[in-house]
C-alpha cells in the first residue's frame, strides 16, 4: 500500500505570493490533517478534513484553508504568504475520527523569500 | 489546554549502548494516547511507539519501551542498543479526542545522534 504522497518536495515563493500543496492520503483512509512544522513553533496543528469537511482547526489566521476532494486528496492553501509562513507542511491521513494513528508524508518545504 | 514538554534539546549515545528520552505532558482528560514519533532526515514522521493511558502496562517495541508514569504524567522513551540508523529527531506526542474534537499535541523534539 502506497504511503502518504505529499507534493511538491520543495517550494520557493516570494511575500505576497499564493501557494497550494497538495496531499494524497493512504488509500482507504478518509481523514487528512495538516500541520506546520517551525524550529521555534515545532510542530502546529492547522486543521483536518473527514469526508470533505473541515472538522478541526488550528490557531492560525483565515490566510491558511484547505479542502478535501471526493476521493480523500487534499489541498492546503496559503494566500499573501509572509517571511513567517516558511516551514515544513506535514500531511498525515488516518482511517476515520476516532482512530488515533496517523500516518505522515514527508512534507512540502516552502520557503518564503 | 494540553501541552507537551520535552526537555532535552539535544542528546547524544553512542553505538550500542542505552539512552532514555524525557517527556512530560498535562492533560485533564482521563482517556488519551501517547506516542513517540521519529523524524529522521528524510522528514517524514515515523511512529516509533504508541501507549493507551488506560494500559497500566509499558509498551514494546524491540529495542524501544517506554516508561509510562500516569500520576507524574511522565512518558519517557528508552532506546536500548542504539543505533546510527536511530539518530532523528523524536517526538513525543499525546491524542485526546474530547466532545467530538480530536487532537495531537507535539512536544517540541529531541534531536537524538547515535556516535559510531
Known amino acids: 500500500k502506497a504511503g502518504v504522497t505529499q507534493t511538491p518536495r520543495y517550494l520557493i515563493k516570494t511575500r505576497g505570493q499564493q501557494v497550494t500543496l497538495s496531499c494524497s492520503p493512504i488509500s482507504g483512509h478518509r481523514s487528512v490533517s495538516w500541520y506546520q512544522q517551525t524550529p521555534g513553533q515545532g510542530l502546529q496543528f492547522l486543521f483536518e478534513?473527514?469526508?470533505?469537511?473541515?472538522?478541526n482547526k488550528g490557531n492560525f489566521p483565515g490566510r491558511f484553508s484547505g479542502r478535501q476532494f471526493s476521493n480523500s486528496r487534499s489541498e492546503m492553501n496559503v494566500s499573501t504568504l509572509e517571511l513567517g509562513d516558511s516551514a515544513l507542511y506535514l500531511c498525515?491521513?488516518?482511517?476515520?475520527?476516532?482512530?488515533?494513528?496517523?500516518?505522515f508524508g514527508s512534507g512540502t518545504q516552502l520557503s518564503v523569500l | 489546554a494540553q501541552t507537551v514538554t520535552q526537555s532535552q534539546p539535544e542528546m547524544s549515545v553512542q553505538e550500542a549502548e542505552t539512552v532514555t528520552l524525557s517527556c512530560t505532558y498535562d492533560?485533564?482528560?482521563?482517556?488519551?494516547?501517547l506516542f513517540w514519533y521519529k523524524q529522521p532526515p528524510s522528514r517524514q514522521m515515523i511512529l516509533v511507539i504508541r501507549q493507551e493511558a488506560y494500559k497500566q502496562q509499558n509498551a514494546t517495541e524491540n529495542r524501544f519501551s517506554v516508561n509510562f508514569q500516569k500520576a507524574a504524567k511522565s512518558f519517557s522513551l528508552k532506546i536500548s542498543d542504539s543505533q546510527l540508523g536511530d539518530t532523528a529527531m523524536y517526538f513525543c506526542a499525546c491524542y485526546i479526542s474530547q466532545g467530538g474534537s480530536e487532537k495531537l499535541v507535539f512536544g517540541k523534539g529531541t534531536k537524538l545522534t547515535v556516535n559510531p
Open positions: 478534513y473527514f469526508s470533505e469537511t473541515q472538522r
Open positions: 492533560t485533564s482528560e482521563s482517556n488519551y494516547y
Open positions: 498525515a491521513s488516518r482511517v476515520g475520527t476516532g482512530n488515533e494513528k496517523l500516518f
